[in-house]
């Protein structure tokens, strides 16, 4: 009965994966997942704390510029809010905020 079931399936042409081979297969790829899920969640650290640094520098040339329009650096970075920043950009996405401190601009966790 095998022998006529695999003679009718390449009369039709055909072909197909043994259970062995799939398993296979989802075995190598399950072992990728394993191996780079942790790669990933490491790297998204990294980004989220290069992203805080640039906004950082940002906040600093907004400080930079308020201290040219007004004539004295702001007291806080609340003096900044709405002209020269938004309410989001006082914090960063991984949740450190920034102060601003003698017309320095700086990040606390």
Known sequence: MRKHFKD??????EEGFTLIEMLLVLLVI???IILIIPNIAAQSANVQDTGCEAQVRMVQSQVESYTLNEGAPPASINALVPEYLTDDQVTCANGDTIVVTNGKAARTP
């Open 30 to 32: 399950s072992v990728l």
């Open 8 to 13: 009718k399936m390449k009369a039709n042409g």
